[in-house]
């Protein structure tokens, strides 16, 4: 079956401009993640949604970065008024609702601030 | 607080010797979720294997295997005739029962299997 996807693969975007991320689970899952990984690093987590709700949003770094999650399904990472530090690559996973299951990870997005 | 560390920024070996990765975790949940992710060039996180704190029973799958001493807080994975395929970063992750659903990741260990 198919498995986490994401888009866009790529975005390079100028420091101050608004991007948007595209996460799409794996059919059924009802949990969805967001983390962060910059160069040569491990993962930072960003958010966790359970459903369409976001029970933690613990590492969401700044005011700027918003998520949301609609119909169970689609998920948007918004950074707002981007700047050079958020230069990353996104990746999102998904898993089942029950606790403990292994999260399964797109490909992430590649952001580069300018 | 949860905390993963993988002592071995980076491993070297050449094809067929066997390798063992290291990771030591802390945490003050009773129950808790241990697992390793390879992450091979191309750049997407793989999920290899997920152990739960009650489960200290070794795995092994084919030329991979686990070791969970929860004595030690260690859950190593040993990669037995390495192939040049086996070249990626891999992470160790916790899950907690008390913070939320999140991972926790070590910052990864990359593993060069050369000819």
């Known amino acids: 079956g198919a498995g986490v996807s994401q888009s866009p693969s790529n975005k390079v975007t100028e420091k101050g401009k608004d991007v948007e991320l595209r996460c799409d689970p794996i059919?059924?899952?009802?949990?969805l993640y967001w983390y962060r990984q910059r160069l040569g690093q491990g993962l930072e987590f960003l958010i966790y949604f359970q459903g369409n709700s976001a029970p933690d949003k613990s590492g969401l770094p700044s005011d700027r970065f918003s998520a949301e999650r609609t119909g169970e399904s689609v998920s948007t990472l918004t950074i707002q008024r981007t700047q050079q530090e958020d230069s990353a690559v996104y990746l999102c996973a998904s898993s089942l609702a029950t606790s403990g299951r292994a999260q399964y990870f797109g490909p992430g997005t590649r952001l580069l601030v300018l | 607080a949860q905390k993963v560390t993988q002592a071995q920024t980076e491993i070297s070996v050449v094809e067929k010797e066997d390798v063992t990765l290291d990771c030591v975790y802390e945490?003050?949940?009773?129950?808790?979720?241990l697992f390793w992710y390879k992450q091979p060039p191309s750049g997407e996180l793989v999920f290899l294997i997920r152990?739960?704190?009650?489960?200290?029973q070794n795995e092994i799958s084919g030329r991979y295997s686990w070791n969970f001493q929860k004595s030690t807080s260690s859950f190593n994975f040993t990669i037995t005739a390495s192939q040049v395929v086996d070249s990626a970063v891999y992470f160790c992750a916790l899950r907690g029962t008390g913070g939320g659903n999140k991972l926790t990741f070590g910052t990864g260990t990359q593993l060069k299997v050369e000819l």
């Open positions: 945490t003050r949940d009773t129950t808790y979720y």
């Open positions: 059919s059924g899952h009802t949990a």
């Open positions: 152990r739960n704190s009650f489960d200290e």
